[in-house]
């Protein structure tokens, strides 16, 4: 490497900052990623990869290690917790639009590692764990990190910097950037197990929404556990959520059994739909959830975030190896800030309107439609273009 070679550096190591890595790597370009934690995240975070992020995923060899690693779920459904199956769909009917006409069940921290392991082969490509960013500034032909790790300083500069270090993102921060949005007065409860579900609950597919006036939920496989979502009421405290008493109550609500549930993992988290106000400040560019959050519903977050990745990837390859104006960098923000507020927050606050719906006349109304949908093939191709982002990424494409 060389003085004049391009030097993006990225904050955060997850999905979006990795797959960011690992695009301009394999083109190139220098890249110093920086990463907070001691090393790579392998908590159950993100576990569902819709069709048009596996395509992308392909072209870097690591689609075919992950579906490997995972569950191909060809269906989803819609479900209520006392009636069954309300409407299931076919992911099969996306076949000619995508080469993964399917959802892939694969915990996210499985795509890190593979692809830490590609990084790894790259000398361009430096990560720096446990070291956390403490400023950001830039002039008209530079931007500068200052780093810290422990007591020492220092302090990086490249030509551009991608935040994809989260919801509480230190660059986001840095910039002043606005955070807009809501938090949900709940907090939502995954829990998992390795209890055999489909044993016990009739035509259940590896992809579950459960409608439910009283309390709703959401069931997920991945390879070796089901994963439960739940949502928590206002006035209980994290305390009582997470006790074993009340995990196994909502688990024993859901399918009564004759002996305790067994947990392998537990969390609560808040949820959050924000966007925020820029994408892009000068040389400095927010992605995934630095960029927005929203609930889990529909699995859009990390989905999302990576196609933020292979979007402004591609523009700055543009211009730091292609002679490209820079105002081309001006549309990642036009396009995919334009998808998280249409289509990503959107789609999942629909999704949590709908799927926890108590009013009874709206309920049935809900299922009759989710049933018309899916009995009428125009109709369900037109939802699975939607659910699975297919839709969302030739919107972005179309806004120029």
Same mark, same amino acid.
């Given at each position: ?13 997850? %999905? ?20 907070? $934690? ?41 479900? @209520? ?17 995508? @080469? ?77 950037? $606005? ?43 991945? %390879? ?64 995934? @959830? ?111």
């Amino acid at each position: 490497m060389t003085a004049s070679t391009p030097h993006v550096l990225i904050a955060g190591a997850g %999905p979006v900052g990795m797959m960011s890595a690992l695009a301009l790597g394999r083109a190139g370009i220098r890249v110093t990623l920086i990463e907070s $934690a001691a090393g790579l995240n392998r908590d159950l975070r993100a576990s569902t990869f819709h069709p048009p992020t596996l395509d992308m995923l392909a072209k870097y060899g690591l689609t075919t290690a992950l579906i490997e690693q995972g569950l191909v779920a060809r269906f989803t459904q819609q479900r @209520d917790r006392t009636q069954g199956v309300i409407a299931e769909f076919d992911l099969s009917q996306l076949s000619g639009l995508t @080469d993964h006409p399917f959802r892939l069940q694969c915990e996210q921290w499985k795509l890190t590692d593979l692809i830490m392991a590609q990084l790894s082969q790259l000398p361009q490509v430096t990560v720096l764990f446990d070291n956390r960013v403490e400023s950001v500034s830039q002039t008209e032909s530079s931007v500068c990190v200052g780093i810290r790790k422990g007591d020492a300083l220092q302090s990086l500069h490249g030509d551009y910097l991608i935040g994809a270090d989260g919801a509480w993102s230190a660059v986001r921060t840095q910039l002043g950037i $606005a955070f807009e949005g809501y938090t949900y007065p709940e907090r939502f409860l995954v829990v998992s197990t390795p209890f055999e579900y489909a044993d016990h609950m009739p035509h259940l597919s590896y992809v579950n929404y459960c409608s439910d006036p009283h309390e709703w939920c959401v069931l997920l496989r991945v %390879p070796t556990l089901w994963r439960v979502l739940f949502p928590t009421k206002e006035d209980e405290t994290d305390e009582q959520v997470l006790t074993d008493e009340s995990v196994q109550t909502r688990l024993q609500r859901l399918l009564p059994q004759s002996e305790d549930y067994t947990v392998v993992h537990r969390t609560l988290y808040k949820v959050h739909q924000r966007v925020a106000q820029h994408f892009r400040q000068g040389r400095v560019f927010l992605a995934g @959830d630095a960029a927005h959050i929203n609930n889990p519903l529909g699995g859009m977050g990390m989905n999302g975030g990576i196609h933020d990745a292979m979007n402004l990837c591609e523009k700055l390859m543009a211009v730091l190896q292609h002679g490209a104006h820079a105002e081309v960098l001006d549309l990642y923000e036009k396009q995919r800030r334009t998808i998280a507020i249409e289509y990503i927050n959107a789609s999942t606050a629909r999704n949590k309107k709908e799927i926890e719906e108590r009013d009874p006349v709206l309920r049935q109304k809900n299922h009759d439609e989710l049933r018309a949908l899916a009995a009428d093939p125009i109709s369900s191709l037109a939802y699975l273009r939607k659910t699975s982002m297919i839709d969302a990424l030739e919107r972005a494409k179309a806004l120029t």
